[in-house]
């Protein structure tokens, strides 16, 4: 199978407002794919949609070659999925609800239940009545990775976890990468996309706008440059590519289109460099680009 998700002009509308437009993506065996957007992009829709919880009004959407519609039983024994708020049962304790969601996936590891349950510092014996946001997180993150899955679907998985507790997951799918697993990771966190993710998928007001691998998008921001000069450094101002100049002394920061940079190279040995510091894009950039305003 070449593709384990695979979805192609995705529609789905809520009366007069249309969520998703012609959405279009895939995931790859052994891929982690970034599912990226602001509040009402369409993320959770989509996701909604490849689960089996609502369905769509026009396209397909198919897992393991499986419509998800008309086949959700039979993929969702083999996925596991967190979404950005837990709900839990506040009767029952946190590792009785983890057992219990082991117990209906059928394929669960105590041993790796134990081992997660001290990584992420939970404490099993208290009634979930009594969590924080935090610890409902952790309840659905350790259910979701204590089984084997051939596909890992997180929504805003980290929502409501401490830095720290943020550090460990990213750990942890980085050994489901290792072992070959596809993950379909969406998050605001976009560090931690960056750092997981082989392919970005962008989506804006329910229209993908941009999708490829992190080298693939980076030629569409600019970098960040850092340049202290004994001469003038105000004289940068005139060059071709320089944008958002800042001058501090004779220190310059300012933003460069990367077809220029040989351009702002010769003009800057000109004026005999002392620091020069080129910080490449980063996935917040691309965020930005397509978002602010």
């Known amino acids: ?12 509308s809520f009366g007069k407002v249309q969520a998703l437009k012609n959405v279009s993506f895939d995931v790859g065996p052994g891929e982690v794919v970034g599912f990226i957007g602001p509040n009402g992009a369409g993320k959770s829709t989509t996701i909604r949609i490849l689960l089996g919880i609502i369905k769509r009004d026009a396209g397909s959407a198919e897992i393991f070659g499986k419509d998800v519609w008309r086949d959700s039983f039979e993929i969702h024994k083999r996925i596991s999925y967190v979404p950005g ?13 983890i057992d219990l969601f082991m117990k ?12 997660l349950i001290e990584r992420f510092e939970l404490d099993p014996r208290k009634k979930s009545k009594g969590y924080s946001k935090g610890n409902r997180q952790k309840v659905g993150l350790i259910a979701a990775l204590a089984v084997e899955s051939d596909l890992y679907i997180f929504d805003e998985p980290t929502s409501g976890l401490d830095p720290l507790m943020e550090q460990v997951f990213q750990e942890e799918v980085e050994k489901i990468k290792k072992e070959d697993k596809s993950i379909l990771l969406s998050s605001h966190i976009l ?3 960056e750092r997981l993710a082989d392919r970005v998928v962008i989506i804006r007001q329910g229209e993908i706008v941009e999708s490829g691998n992190l080298d693939e998008l980076r030629h569409l921001t600019r970098s960040r440059v850092v340049l202290e000069t004994e001469g ?3 004289k940068m101002l ?3 590519g320089v944008h958002d100049f800042i001058q501090r002394e004779n ?16 003009e800057a040995s000109r004026l005999k460099v002392k620091k020069f510091e080129v910080a490449p894009p980063t ?7 397509h978002y602010q305003g």
Do not use: P
């Open 1 to 12: 199978m070449s593709k384990l998700v695979k979805i192609q002009g995705l529609e789905k």
């Open 85 to 97: 708020d837990v709900s839990l049962w506040g009767s029952l304790t946190g590792g009785e609800i």
């Open 104 to 115: 209906l996936h059928g394929s669960g590891n105590r041993e790796k239940r134990d081992y």
């Open 191 to 193: 560090s931690e996309v």
């Open 232 to 234: 003038d450094v105000s």
């Open 238 to 240: 005139e060059v071709n």
């Open 251 to 266: 220190q310059g920061i300012f933003s460069a289109d990367h077809e220029h940079l040989n351009d702002i190279l010769i």
């Open 283 to 289: 996935l917040e950039d691309l965020f930005m680009r």
